[in-house]
Every structure is written in C-alpha cells, then in structure tokens.
C-alpha cells in the first residue's frame, strides 16, 4: 500500500471502525487543528518501524518530531518518515524536544522502567499520551500517571492495536448486538515461538530482566487478549487467579507461559493460555460461548470470524465474516490516537481502560505469587 492509498484507507477506516464518519459529525468540544506528534524512543523500542510508517501517512499532523537516547541512529526514522522524514527535527533529550517543540500528543516505545519518567513528562508538558506496553513495572507507578492524565484532561493510551481489527470489532459487534445471547464463558489462546528465546541476544536484552520489563508473556502479549475480551463483551474482569513459568528452562527471568482464569462481573468466567511454545509461528485464537450461540476468531490473523446462533430469526448453520483487505492494525491505531488528540474522535482506549488492562495483568502475577485468587 503506497502513501497515497494508506491515507485514503486511513480517511475513513478509524472512524468507520467506530461506526461514524468524520464527515457526518461536529467535531468534539475543544477541538484544534493539525496537530504535532513527538516520538520518544530509545534503540531498544519496539515497534517503531510500524509506528514510523504510520505517522508518514497520519492525516492531521503537521510535524513528526523524534527523541532519542545519545547516539541513537535517525537514519531510519527519516527513511520511514517520507516526505516528513526529510526536515526531521531530531533531540538526544526528551524534555528538550517537549520544551522547545511543544507537541500536542506523544508516542512513547521505551524500555518499560524508562517509560513512567517520559510518559509523566509528556503529561507535565501537556501531551496526549499513547504508549507502547508494558508502560511500567508496576501497577503503582501507573496508577498515578492515570491519576495526573485524568486530572490535566489528557488521554493516556496503551497501544493495544488488537481493538482496532476489523475481526474484533466484528466480534464485538455481534456480541452487543445480542447474537449469540447472555455470554457464558470464553476460551483465549495466544502462542508463540519458543525459539527466540533460545538466542543469547535475548537473553541479555531488557525483555528477559523482571526488573526491566515488568514481566514476560503475559504483560507483552496476553494483555491484548485480556483486553480485548473485557472491550467485545462490555464487561470488566474482577478475579483472577492463575500460574506462570519459565516452562523453557531458558536463563530468563520472566515467563514464558502464564495460564489465567477470569471472572467477570456479568458472570462470564474464561481462560487465557500464553506462552512461547512453537518451533516459529503462532497458534491464536479467542471462543466466546452464549446461551444462544457461540463466536470464535483469530488474532492477529487473516481469516474468517464464525458464529452461530439461536437467536429466533438468525440465520441457520455457522455464519462467516471475511475481510478481503487485511488492515493495518497499528496504522488505525495511531491515526485515531492523533485524532483523538485533536479532539475529533474518541479514543480507542479511555485512561480508565489503559489502567484496567494493567490492573488485570498484575492482579494475574499476584495471583500466581501467593497462590490466592486476586481482585482486580
């Protein structure tokens, strides 16, 4: 998809996965114009080859600007940028770049002992926030950044880009419309590979260190899927209990598989399997069981959700919804958190539910450490 097409897509797909059209709605109160976007970014942050390409072709930015640690190559980031790559404004000091530019929103992908000190920052400096995961170590520390983005009118956003694919949104779609009944319970399974963790880099990288990461599959990976289940079916989890281990034997200090049971406050209870357990490749998908029909679907995937339902009036037999164009997961993501910065769409996370998701995660490595069922 070259710059011109991802911007056409990108014109009407945040908002069409929301269900309205820019075209169709005032824009929110406070809204402002094109907008300038700050990147804090370390060598070590994930993501951000994703990130660049979707900032090139962000609709309302003005300018991208980028800072990262001393000595940190830009090289890239000018090449992914394009066209506003060419100019780039580029700071070996964070708050540098938030006094001097003044961004309205800023992406952050660091290290996650680092994040809290740049994240606090931006919200200090007046920025929007949307953050790569984890976001912290701990649940305290991100549990006050929420306390100051909600009291200086900010959204601080987690980049949990599952809820912007067309699947999910399908799935959520059909599950608040009624389709497959009163929700019963939901059967979650995010695999990976075992193989990178066999590489020495990884071991000495900051994603193997408790201490700098927070934690392992669980907080990287498993936390979209415990996200996105509260996001289809309207509902908070509100006890877990669970394991997780270093399964691999690998010399690392975080997990490698975490199993998970959920309660929701409607009643659903569930499960989430994660761990590295493959060869290469992954094994992904999410059922949702109702007392008129069930839902089941793959994330991240290009295949097909399938339903069926009792519902008096459905269609008999499974039903199936394909998209014949994969999307950008991230791209939408990013698009809607500028959008949402400017103040003409909302946002694709809300503060309370960046700080739920979290609460979740580490509610779940309580759980796991005492041995006793966790509140959330």
């Known amino acids: 998809m070259n710059p011109q097409q991802r911007r056409d897509f990108l014109k009407y797909s945040t908002t069409a996965l929301l269900g309205v059209s820019l075209a169709d709605r005032s824009p929110l109160v406070g809204a402002v114009g094109d907008i300038k976007v700050g990147v804090i970014t370390e060598p070590t942050g994930t993501h951000m080859s994703g990130y660049f390409k979707a900032l090139e072709t962000s609709l309302g930015t003005e300018q991208v600007v980028v800072a990262g640690t001393r000595g940190q190559n830009f090289a890239k980031a000018r090449e992914l940028l394009g066209e506003r790559g060419r100019n780039l404004r580029t700071f ?61 009118g900010r959204h601080l956003m987690i980049a949990l880009a599952t809820r912007m694919n067309r699947l999910a949104v399908k799935a959520r779609e059909l599950v608040q419309a009624g389709t497959i009944g009163k929700l019963y319970g939901t ?58 281990r270093n399964v691999g034997g690998q010399p690392i200090e975080v997990e490698d598989a975490a199993v998970v049971a959920l309660q929701f406050q409607g009643g659903m209870v569930g499960t989430l399997n994660t761990g590295y357990y493959l060869d290469k490749g992954n094994s992904n998908f999410i059922s949702i069981w109702g007392s008129q029909g069930w839902l089941r679907f793959d994330l991240p995937s290009k295949t097909s959700l399938k339903w069926h339902s009792t519902v008096p009036g459905a269609s008999e037999g499974v039903q199936s919804y394909s998209v014949e164009i994969d999307s950008d997961d991230y791209a939408l ?22 700080l739920q998701a979290m609460k979740v995660v580490f509610a779940a490595y309580r759980a796991a450490e005492t041995g006793i069922t966790q509140k959330v």
């Not at 006094?99 to 994040?115: F, G, N, W």
């Not at 809607?336 to 003409?344: C, E, L, P, Q, T």
């Open 92 to 152: 070996s000091d964070y708050r540098e770049m938030l006094d001097r530019v003044r961004p309205q929103m800023v992406l952050v992908s660091v290290e996650a002992y680092h994040a809290p000190e740049r994240i606090e920052a931006a919200l200090d400096a007046g920025c929007h926030v949307l953050t790569e995961k984890p976001p912290c170590t701990g649940i305290d520390e991100f549990e006050k950044l929420c306390q100051k983005a909600q009291s200086k």
């Open 187 to 244: 059967t979650m399974t995010w695999i990976g590979d075992q193989t990178r963790l066999t590489k020495p880099a990884y071991h000495q990288s900051w994603l193997s260190s408790k201490k700098k990461a927070g934690g392992g599959k669980l907080i990287f990976h498993g936390i979209h899927y415990l996200d996105i289940i509260e996001h289809i079916a309207e509902d908070r989890i509100q006890e877990v209990c669970g394991f997780v």
């Open 333 to 354: 993501m990013v698009q809607n958190a500028i959008n949402a910065s400017r103040g003409v769409e909302k946002p694709f996370m809300t503060t309370s539910e960046s």
